[in-house]
């Protein structure tokens, strides 16, 4: 079955220090892998995306993601957390279907906290 | 330029009713998917709209059901409300890229 595993309900980090949000993911073929953040009372907000090429993807408000194939991981990653990064982070995966259309299996989500 | 929007902010209804929820995409996006997603739980797929089809379904009974318009709005309708049913509907749009594009949902209750 195709799945998104975020092992981490909550994340605390002191603001300044880098952060790391944990995504591991089960599909076949070739993942298409997404970030999304979602603040209390409103959608999801779009943060980066991985579809092919460089592993490092580096996205909205300084964040960056790695995918490592071997490890089915695409952990998020910022070099210096502020407070008002603190928010809920999706990860979600597209199935390869052939087009870039196609539903998104998203993970639990992860709490980031990040104190001053 | 006009984001994904989503009508109306709040609903609350009662079990047995019907409701409709509504969208309007991104200008420039032909597609349309609906998610719902519950208190603490991330987002599952119910369905995806393209060219006034529907293109996709997820693992949703069929008291779920939707409609896309030629200007490519959507709309979600549920029947026969149960309780399990109240969430948070968001709705995507997007096009020829990979990431969709959300709403700030709807939050239904079913009392």
């Known amino acids: 079955a195709q799945s998104v595993a975020q092992p981490e309900d909550q994340v605390n980090v002191a603001e300044g220090n880098p952060l790391t949000v944990k995504c591991t993911y089960s599909v076949s073929g070739n993942p298409y892998l997404f970030w999304y953040v979602q603040y209390p009372n409103r959608g999801l907000q779009f943060l980066l995306k991985y579809i092919t090429g460089d592993n490092l993807v580096k996205g909205s408000y300084g964040f960056e993601a790695e995918f490592n194939k071997s490890q089915t991981s695409f952990h998020l990653k910022k070099p210096s957390a502020l407070v008002s990064d603190s928010a809920l982070y999706f990860c979600?995966?597209?199935?390869?279907?052939?087009?870039?259309?196609?539903?998104?299996?998203f993970g639990k989500g992860t709490k980031l906290s990040v104190k001053p | 330029d006009a984001g994904v929007t989503q009508s109306p902010t709040h609903l609350i209804k009662t079990r047995g009713q019907q409701v409709t929820l509504r969208c309007s995409p991104k200008s420039g996006h032909d597609t349309v998917s609906w998610y719902q997603q519950a208190l603490g739980q991330g987002p599952q797929f119910i369905f995806q709209?393209?060219?006034?089809?529907?293109?996709q379904r997820g693992n949703f009974p069929d008291r779920f059901s939707g409609h896309q318009f030629p200007n490519y709005s959507s709309e979600l309708n549920v029947n026969a409300l149960l309780l399990g049913d109240s969430a948070l509907y968001l709705c995507?749009?997007?096009?020829?890229?990979?990431?969709?594009?959300f709403g700030p949902g709807t939050r239904l209750t079913v009392t």
């Open positions: 709209y393209y060219e006034e089809e529907e293109r």
């Open positions: 995507a749009s997007s096009s020829t890229s990979y990431e969709q594009y």
């Open positions: 979600a995966v597209r199935p390869d279907y052939g087009g870039s259309q196609g539903n998104l299996i």
